[in-house]
């Protein structure tokens, strides 16, 4: 039976101590005892301008600390408790530049309280799975900026109407890489003549803010954190990890901060929940599989017709045009 996600969050609360903030949380505050913790909430803009741009959420928290996720920098090295960012990870340009950076605000012993959609599980599904090596390559091009393809396939995926059909995305994704387009503003004003819905997408402020720049699972993402532990020096131990079925499923990940790590990154536990995410992953699975305590029923087959259809086209698309970006 699928388990709520506001619930099954609640559970990991454990983890938390002391004061910390949670980042991004708009409607969705991570509940938590006033004894247990003391949580500061941190977004990109006024608790009036959140409310004004998401009309169509209750219960929006107040705002404390008006920065990006990417900079906390009204916070002084080492000194939090915990940094709770449920649904951010996959909106940052450079995952792996943030996550050094939120390592360096936390304590040692800290924890890094991080949820994440799993690609496969909302309308990510039609994108290219993100490798681990594309984001490390990110990160070694110091990416800022929202990248105009992620942006352009993002919209793609959640707003398929900007699109005539597939082939049309395929046409937009070259002519951003024949002309190596990598400013927003050069992307929209090229493309004004060939998709004007799809440029003012681009160009409006909370879409680039919205965007799902990466798309992970548990093993890409395990494998991202691995790689910045090993070459990158990252500081974290993974301690817990939970998936959740839902309107929108998602996993947990459970990090503590330390200054040496020596032990595998994979603790038992999670060794437990990869197995589980290994049967779940297999072709034809219709047990139920159980992730670090939660138990639910394999996802449905990938639906057949003209979905699966304009999934493939583009990922075909992708992964064919992606050559002109080397």
Known sequence: MPIDIRSNRSRYTRHLRGEGIEIGALHGALEMPPSQARVRYVDYKTTDELR????????????????????????????????????????????????????SKLKTGGILYMAFPHWRDCPDKVRPLTSPEHVVADFRAGVVDPVPEHVLSFVWAWNPAYFADPSEMERLLRHLWEHDLRDLDEVAESMIGVNRPAVDALLRDRVQKEIHHHTFTYDSMKELLSYAREDLDLGFELIDVSKTKGALSEYIFIME????????????RALDA??????????????????????????????????????????????????FRR
């Open 274 to 323: 990869e197995r589980a995410e290994t049967a779940l992953e297999a072709p034809g699975a219709g047990d139920e599989s159980d992730v670090a305590g939660v138990s639910e029923p394999a996802p449905a087959p990938q639906a057949q017709g003209e979905s699966a259809t304009a999934c493939g086209a583009l990922r075909r698309a992708w992964h064919s045009l992606r050559r």
């Open 52 to 103: 004004q741009i998401y009309k169509e959420l209750e219960g929006i928290v107040d705002v404390d600390v008006i920065v990006p996720a990417e900079d906390l920098s009204p916070f002084a090295d080492a000194s939090l408790d915990f940094i709770v960012a449920n649904h951010v990870v996959e909106h940052l340009a450079n995952p792996l530049a943030t996550l050094m950076h939120w390592r």
């Open 257 to 268: 901060a330390a200054d040496r790590v020596d032990t595998p990154f994979v603790t038992p």
